[in-house]
């Protein structure tokens, strides 16, 4: 499929520069990808481009390439394929290039390209996305969304584990959205792409959110309280960090003084990877006290090679 998406482009791209009617024949021999071992695998190849660009709505046809009308060539037009300008006043401009650096879909930002077709960006179009980054499980998201919405319940996957969900809400934090809702008669928080083989629901309210719900307060303190573990361990914190490291910590969490200005942590964390990502921006300022498996996993990860 992305042979045949790069040769229509291929195609398209040379049609609209050529400035003139071209035949098969140098389409053939001038077009990446049309390099077919026989004449008949090269016609069929054509026809099936020429059908696809006409429907998507691209004006192809043909014209003489000479003044003695003998031949002929294939033509697209820019003025014909060209869009009309919408005449889009200076705010309007302004306003669409703003939604397109707001969100990222698949960790990507639109391209500015769009924005001048439309007359041209504003002077400060330049930077990278102002806030969300939407995440690459688009389709999933879409699905999610969809349960939250209409009320339906959602059955899915979670760690090869199977999982039934009324959907109350979604949430985006630290680039990554988390659906939170009710499985297993409590109030669990999932990650969206970490989700797999989702099915909805086919009936529409079939349960009721709890009143005066909010999504925002079903996600946890600090990212290392969204999981599925229930472990609870205890890190020192030397105190060059400690005040960094009480800033972080949930009220989840148990706080001693060790001396000399030094801390030890007690709190339950959920997602062990996370936890060990937090871990790793201390560097040498904090060791993990408990429990001795997590240490170890601790150790062995920051000493893997890269």
Known sequence: MQRVVERILNLLAFLLTVGRPVTAEEIRNTVNGYDQPSDEAFRRTFERDKDLLRRLGVPLHLEHTDAW?????????PDQYALPDPGLTDEERTALWLATRMVRLGGQAPGPGAIFKLGGAPIAAAG????????????TLAEVFRAVTDRRTLQFEYHDEPRT?????????????YVVGEAAKDKRTFRVDRMSAITVGTKAGAFERPKGFRASEGFPDAPWEAGEADVEVTVR?????AWW???????????????????????????????????????????????DDLRRRFVEHVGAPG
């Open 69 to 77: 009308e003998v031949e002929q060539g294939y033509v697209v037009s």
């Open 128 to 139: 990278d996305p102002l806030t969300a980054d939407l995440g690459a499980e688009a389709e």
């Open 165 to 177: 969900m009324r959907p109350w809400g979604l949430v985006h934090r630290m680039g990554h959205w």
């Open 237 to 241: 914190f030397d105190a060059e960090v």
């Open 245 to 291: 490291a009480r800033r972080q910590l949930s009220n989840a969490a148990h706080v001693v003084d060790a001396g000399a200005g030094a801390i030890d942590a007690t709190f339950p964390v959920a997602s062990p990877d996370a936890f060990i990502g937090w871990m790793i921006g201390f560097e040498d300022s904090a060791e993990i006290l408990a429990p």
